[in-house]
């Protein structure tokens, strides 16, 4: 049954946010979730919507097999193929193997900072796409559009690229596009407790792990406790408008941020994603990690950045994300579970019995998890916030919930250029500051931007330091003056 329901999902191809195709795999959805539920909401948000219309790429009169990477824009150019950045200028593309997809945030931004007209990724023999990006990294702000193509050749074709290439390239791009949440509620005798359990069912290529399976094993979860909503996203793969460089998890964005009931109602959020043959880990926040180990046996206590469950965490709604260690077809055209492949369908089953039994129970937050965990951030925070957390920690003793989930909203994201993935940490502006400081590299923070040292000599060094202190010590009020807020309110 979780079979045929998987390739009734994916029977429609790739679903790009706002798209025709996004309109047909809803109604499937609805379908799906109807079985179960005892109302279905239809939620209709902005996105918007990219699309390749036509791509020829030719080098030295021999057609190669390509795809452009989102949101490339629509061109037509001749150009050099290099392979340094020394060697860029307006007339050249340079060509880079990589070794992982989330490379290509440095390197896209290199590209163009180095004057290149294109680039060009391989990987593998599996043809992949990423969500290109100019600008600070990590931001939710209108950014700009990126002003470079960006291409992705399979490894067996990238020999061929070479000499002198055209790229003729058409794209779509409508800022003002429609994607549709899908929302199965099942009530309970206590519509004050909620839980949401979430997915999303945009996709690149087939998408059967990333993210369809965890669509489609959603039925099969209930609660006689808690009044359960099932929902499929929209825009997380893409559609973040304005070309906002946190380009995922738009659609559990907006939903969260037009939520017309009481937030507080919602206990808990258990997040689905990328479920393949590997094996299962879960992103749980201090306060919910106890309890996850109840139920799973890989447990790791930070969240997940790259997924809509952090929409969930950065509004203070406790929140774990369920996912497999790895896909090795992540994005890619082969992301397809055939008969054979039995494990992905037994980790999937897995999942619906341990979330079963979770739901089914009276969920408790472990409150003393997040005490030990500020406690741990207070030996190198500084000072000033130390005494404020002393009393955050008393009031967490005291049980309170209302702290606890207020605490949450001090999670954020820090990406250093010269690693893949971004890091979540509590405050985590703080984090960032400190580690750009001592850094070589760029090193971006969540709500606040991207910093980098330009000169490595001794005078610069040292007004550098004083640059990175005092907009530390802006950030310290900053942190005192929420604190101080929340403490005068819950005291």
């Known amino acids: 049954m979780l079979l045929e329901r998987l390739k009734a999902l994916s029977k429609y191809d790739e679903i790009i946010t706002g798209s025709s195709a996004e309109i047909k795999i809803v109604r499937e959805i609805k379908k799906i979730l109807e079985e179960k539920s005892d109302e279905i909401r239809t939620t209709p948000i902005r996105v918007l919507n990219w699309e390749q219309k036509d791509l020829l790429f030719e080098c030295e009169s021999k057609i190669i097999d390509a795809l452009a990477l989102p949101y490339s824009l629509s061109i037509d150019i001749e150009a050099n193929i290099i392979n340094n950045f020394q060697e860029c200028n307006e007339r050249s593309f340079i060509k880079i193997k990589i070794e992982n997809l989330y490379e290509i945030n440095k390197l896209y931004i290199k590209a163009v900072e180095s004057k290149c007209a294109g680039i060009i990724f391989s990987l593998d023999n599996e043809k992949r796409k990423f969500v290109i990006k100019y600008g600070d990294l990590i931001n939710y702000k209108p950014s700009y559009p990126p002003p470079i193509p960006a291409i992705y050749v399979r490894e067996n074709d990238f020999i061929n690229v070479k000499g002198k290439c055209r790229l003729l390239l058409k794209t779509d791009i409508n800022p003002f596009a429609t994607g ?289 202190n005092e907009l530390k010590e802006i950030i310290v009020t900053e942190y005192i003056d929420k604190l101080y807020l929340l403490l005068k309110k819950l005291l």
């Open 180 to 468: 549709y949440i899908i929302e199965g509620i099942k009530n309970s005798k206590d519509e004050n407790k909620v839980i949401h359990i979430t997915a999303h069912h945009d996709h690149w290529f087939k998408g059967e792990r990333d993210n369809l399976l965890a669509v489609a094993l959603m039925p099969e979860l209930y609660s006689n406790l808690y009044e359960t909503h099932l929902i499929t996203f929209t825009a997380e793969e893409s559609g973040s408008v304005y070309f906002s460089t946190f380009s995922w998890s738009h659609g559990s964005r907006e939903f969260l941020r037009n939520y017309n009931k009481d937030i507080h109602n919602i206990i808990m959020n258990i997040n689905l994603d990328n479920i393949s043959e590997e094996d299962i880990i879960i992103k749980a926040l201090p306060g919910l990690s106890a309890f996850s180990k109840k139920y799973f046996s890989n447990i790791v206590t930070t969240p997940e950045i790259y997924s809509d469950g952090y929409s969930y965490v950065k509004r203070g709604i406790p929140s774990i994300t369920i996912e497999s260690l790895g896909n090795t077809h992540y994005h890619g055209e082969y992301d397809i579970i055939d008969k054979g492949d039995n494990k992905a369908l037994i980790n999937a089953n897995i999942i619906i019995n341990s979330i079963n039994r979770m739901i089914n129970e009276n969920i408790e937050y472990k409150l003393e998890e997040m005490q030990e965990q500020l406690k741990e951030d207070m030996k190198s925070l500084p000072v000033k916030l130390k005494s404020y957390l002393v009393n955050t920690i008393d009031l967490l003793e005291k049980n309170s919930i209302e702290m606890y989930r207020n605490i949450l909203s001090f999670y954020g994201g820090v990406l250093s250029l010269d690693k893949p993935y971004a890091k979540v940490e509590l405050f985590h502006k703080i984090r960032g500051l400190d580690e750009a400081k001592n850094s070589k590299d760029t090193v971006c923070i969540e709500d606040l931007g991207c910093i980098r040292k330009l000169r490595n000599d001794e005078i610069y060094s040292r007004y550098y330091s004083y640059y990175i």
